[in-house]
């Protein structure tokens, strides 16, 4: 295996193999991953620097470590979803019985930027409320996002102390307004060092951009957002009929 092109940390390329390993179907929940000497020598690495592998892997909960014992994949918590439902990420976990919580929440009033403007087809510098945070399932960071709703539909001071996290569910309580369908785009990008810091990844881990525009029933946008989702930790899937 060679790296020469990766500018990134030996530990951080081989973190990212090791979890494309256990993300494939190499490996199952529970099962043992070989030695430290094996796993070094398979991937071309010193065992001191996959001992930094293992311990970012580790404080991320996709693998446990038994002294004496040996090394494993953690019980498979990830979030998982098709893309055809259109629901939030709160309302994903609470139906999959897991406890999830907003942190840092940030909410204020902005101008409308000219691409924004242009997905919400509203004139630039329209007022939005702008709406930021982290949201945490079992206590692990699993998405960062930033909605934009043009202030007509919510005003800031409609997020308040009882806001559970989903903009989405915000919205669908508004009497006179009837969220029907999204268009979403989905790249793969690096996270910067903000984002790292937010949820909890290493700096240039790979994160997936969801881009998506809300529509209601007579096809007017009423929202847009940038969410960024932790692959290991969240999963998408699409139906195809």
């Known amino acids: 295996m060679s790296f020469k092109l990766d500018r990134r940390p ?23 991953l070989p030695s430290e000497a094996q796993l070094a020598g398979q991937l071309g690495i010193s065992r001191a620097t996959l001992r930094e592998a293992l311990h970012l892997l580790e404080k991320e909960r996709v693998i446990v470590r038994r002294q004496g014992v040996g090394t494993f994949v953690a019980a498979n918590h990830h979030l998982e979803s098709g893309l055809e439902r259109l629901e939030s990420v709160l309302a994903l976990a609470a139906r999959e019985g897991m406890e999830a919580r ?42 960062y996002m930033e909605d934009l709703v043009p202030a007509q539909w919510l005003a800031p001071q409609a997020v308040d102390d009882g806001f559970t996290g989903s903009v989405l569910d915000l919205l669908r309580r508004q009497p006179t307004l009837r969220v029907q369908e999204a268009m979403a785009d989905i790249t793969a990008i690096p996270a910067d060092q903000t984002l790292a810091r937010r949820l909890q990844v290493s700096s240039g ?26 692959p290991n930790r969240f999963r998408f899937h699409v139906l195809r009929r």
Request: with cysteine; proline share 7%; glycine share 6%.
């Open 102 to 143: 907003v942190q840092g929440l940030a909410v204020e009033s902005v101008a409308a930027q000219r691409r924004v403007a242009e997905r919400l087809r509203v004139e630039p510098g329209t007022p939005l409320t702008c709406v930021c945070r982290t949201i945490l399932v079992e206590d692990r960071p699993v998405a």
């Open 205 to 230: 881990a790979p994160l997936l951009l969801l881009e998506e525009t809300l529509f209601d029933a007579n096809g007017t946008p009423v929202g847009f957002s940038r969410n960024y989702f932790v």
């Open 10 to 32: 030996l530990y951080v390329q081989a973190h990212d193999r090791i979890l494309d390993l256990i993300s494939g179907s190499e490996f199952r929940p529970g099962d043992r």
